[in-house]
T-cell receptor, first 112, second 111 residues
């Protein structure tokens, strides 16, 4: 158990809908990262927050947004969902900087 | 595009044998990390090696880093069936906090 929690575990929704994925980092970690894992794209970095502020951005679509709250939990919002958004979404946390990251169990999103 | 590429894509060995996986990357890094993923589950951090380190050990794992060749290898000694998983290298650039993952090596350890 990495100490990072993600909810929900599974999510099935229809095209055009909006969903919110939630992540709670390990105790003491200030950085939260979001990744998308799909069969065709592999593991892709989406976005990083450090103590509430956006720090780094990867290949995150404009339909996706994230935020980190004062209690350090983070949410990833996915809107106008398309079939191609079906993937595993992972959250990770670290103390920050160049440290190792600890991954949550992931949310499996299926868009039908 | 992927920063790290792993080789081989898949590896099948007998329990007790050693498994070696290689990773190549393109640009200068701050550190390189190896992760394991059991089928469809979360990634588990295995080891981190900094750009000024050449070799690191952790239990049955040995990681080497050659910054002149921009490559790393992960050696798992005396493999066990429980080592069956996908292994990913990931690089952290000096200029960014983005962790860039390779495509992974699928390891099968036959009992």
């Amino acid at each position: 158990d990495s100490g990072v929690t993600q909810t929900p575990k599974h999510l099935i929704t229809a095209t055009g809908q909006r969903v919110t994925l939630r992540c709670s980092p390990r105790s003491g970690d200030l950085s939260v990262y979001w990744y998308q894992q799909s069969l065709d794209q592999g593991l892709q970095f989406l976005i990083q927050y450090y103590n509430g502020e956006e720090r780094a951005k990867g290949n995150i679509l404009e339909r996706f947004s994230a935020q980190q709250f004062p209690d350090l939990h983070s949410e990833l919002n996915l809107s106008s969902l398309e079939l191609g958004d079906s993937a595993l979404y992972f959250c990770a946390s670290s103390v920050g900087g160049f440290a190792e990251q600890y991954f949550g169990p992931g949310t499996r999103l299926t868009v039908t | 595009s992927q920063q790290g590429e792993e080789d081989p894509q898949a590896l099948s060995i007998q329990e007790g044998e050693n498994a070696t996986m290689n990773c190549s990357y393109k640009t200068s890094i701050n550190n390189l990390q190896w992760y394991r993923q059991n089928s469809g589950r979360g990634l588990v951090h295995l080891i981190l090696i900094r750009s000024n380190e050449r070799e690191k050990h952790s239990g049955r794992l040995r990681v080497t880093l050659d910054t002149s060749k921009k490559s790393s290898s992960l050696l798992i000694t005396a493999s066990r069936a429980a080592d069956t998983a996908s292994y990913f290298c990931a690089t952290l650039l000096d200029s960014s906090y983005k962790l860039i993952f390779g495509s992974g090596t699928r390891l099968l350890v036959r009992p």
